[in-house]
Structures are given as C-alpha cells and as structure tokens.
C-alpha cells in the first residue's frame, strides 16, 4: 500500500511543475544539499561522457549538468514530467528522455556514468538491489554508477523540507508521531524512507565491482560503483 502510494505522488501528484515547486524552496540549508550533489557528480566528469539519469522527474539535474557531459538521457516513468522537461530542457541538444519505468532498463555497457541520486533508491517502486544491477549492466567498462540517499546529518534540515512541501499542498499533512527513524509518514498515506550507509554498503558488495561510499556537504551518502575494466 505505502508503495504503491509513493507511486501515485511521483508519477501522478509530485511531477511536471509540481515537481519544479519542490525544488523551489526557501531554505537555504537544502539548495545547499541540491547543490551539493550536483557538485560531486560535476567533479567526476570531463565532458565527454554518455550519462544515463534514472528518475529523472523534468530535468533539473540534467540541465545542470548539460555542460558537463556529452550526451545525457533522462528516463523517467510520469508521462506529464517527461513533455514538461522536454520544455524545460530545450535549450540542451545534448539531453533526451525516455518515457521508462527505471526498473525495466535494459542497457548494456552504453553509458559512462549512471545516476541514481536524490534519495532515488528510496524514491522508486520496486526491489533497489534490481536498479543497482540494471545500472552496473548499463555502465561500459571502467564507468561509474552514483547512487545517493540522505546522511542522518540532515535528518532535521530534510524534515523541515517536507513540512515546507507539505504547508504548499505538494503532500499530505505530515504524521509526527511515526514520523521518526529516517521515515517521513504523511496522513494520507505517503511515507519517504531512506537507507543507512550499511544499506549502501550491501548494495556495493551486490554489485561485485569496486565501490566506495562518500559522505557529501554532511547531508548526501554517495555509493559509488565502478564496472571493472578501468
């Protein structure tokens, strides 16, 4: 039930420009957070690239990083998110999406880099170990794949963000007493999990390929893959 909940909001509710006001927000400590993220990724490429987004929503991070890489494709289930971002992104010649449940990807060795961030793992319905093995199987040989979740560190900052998309109408009234272990539960049924750096390493060693996993900004945990042959 709570999954298929997260589903409606993600591909039915939180999409196209509500997704955008989400992302609008007013406190600074989480534009640092977003910024951070995209910061670390930036870090790891040199322009030439093939990147591969899952859960790519209207863009927003494929804009950033347009500049950054040669070609980016976003795949991205809600149909609304995907003409919306077509939009947004069409200054960037370089980016394209595909109207894709993540968890049905079926690449092999075309991309360089592979992104699953913004607590995407979480985020998506589905089994994670299925999107990490899809994501390792995209990758060519010596490409990266970057998963990102929540530290505990921003455990405050991320639970006044959720109020603030909550007072905007974007989700439900939020559920304070089971509200509590990294969990976010709303009334109406939503409920936003995240996982530990112990998750992250298990996804690692499922991977079988070398892995690292980075604190960043003290609010992202990065698990980052590498597909042997570097």
């Known amino acids: 039930m709570v999954m298929?909940?997260?589903e409606n909001y993600y591909s039915k509710s939180l999409n196209a420009s509500r997704l955008l006001d989400v992302y609008q927000t007013g406190i600074d400590r989480v534009r640092r957070y977003l910024e951070a993220e995209i910061e670390f990724v930036k870090r790891h490429l040199d322009g030439v690239e093939r990147v591969?987004?899952?859960?790519?929503?209207?863009?927003?991070?494929?804009?950033?990083?347009?500049p950054f890489a040669a070609s980016i494709v976003g795949v991205e289930f809600s149909k609304d998110s995907v003409l919306f971002g077509n939009e947004y992104l069409a200054p960037f010649h370089n980016c394209s999406f595909q109207t894709l449940d993540a968890h049905?990807?079926?690449?092999?060795?075309?991309?360089?880099?592979?992104?699953?961030l913004q607590n995407g793992l979480s985020a998506m319905k589905g089994d994670p170990r299925n999107l990490v093995e899809r994501s390792i199987r995209a990758l060519a040989r010596g490409g990266k794949a970057f998963f990102s979740t929540y530290s505990a560190k921003f455990w405050d900052h991320r639970l006044e963000w959720f109020k603030e998309q909550s007072d905007k109408g974007?989700?439900?009234?939020?559920?304070w007493e089971n509200t509590k272990d990294g969990k976010i539960v709303c009334f109406d049924g939503f409920k936003a999990t995240t996982f530990s750096e112990e998750d992250l390493d298990a996804f690692g060693i499922l991977s079988g390929q070398p892995y690292r996993?980075?604190?960043v900004d003290e609010s992202s945990l990065f698990l980052v893959v590498q597909k042997d042959g570097a």
């Open 4 to 6: 298929e909940m997260k």
């Open 52 to 66: 591969l987004e899952l859960a790519a929503g209207y863009g927003r991070i494929m804009r950033e990083l347009a």
């Open 104 to 116: 049905l990807i079926d690449f092999d060795s075309e991309f360089d880099v592979v992104l699953c």
């Open 170 to 175: 974007l989700l439900g009234e939020i559920d």
């Open 213 to 215: 996993i980075e604190e």
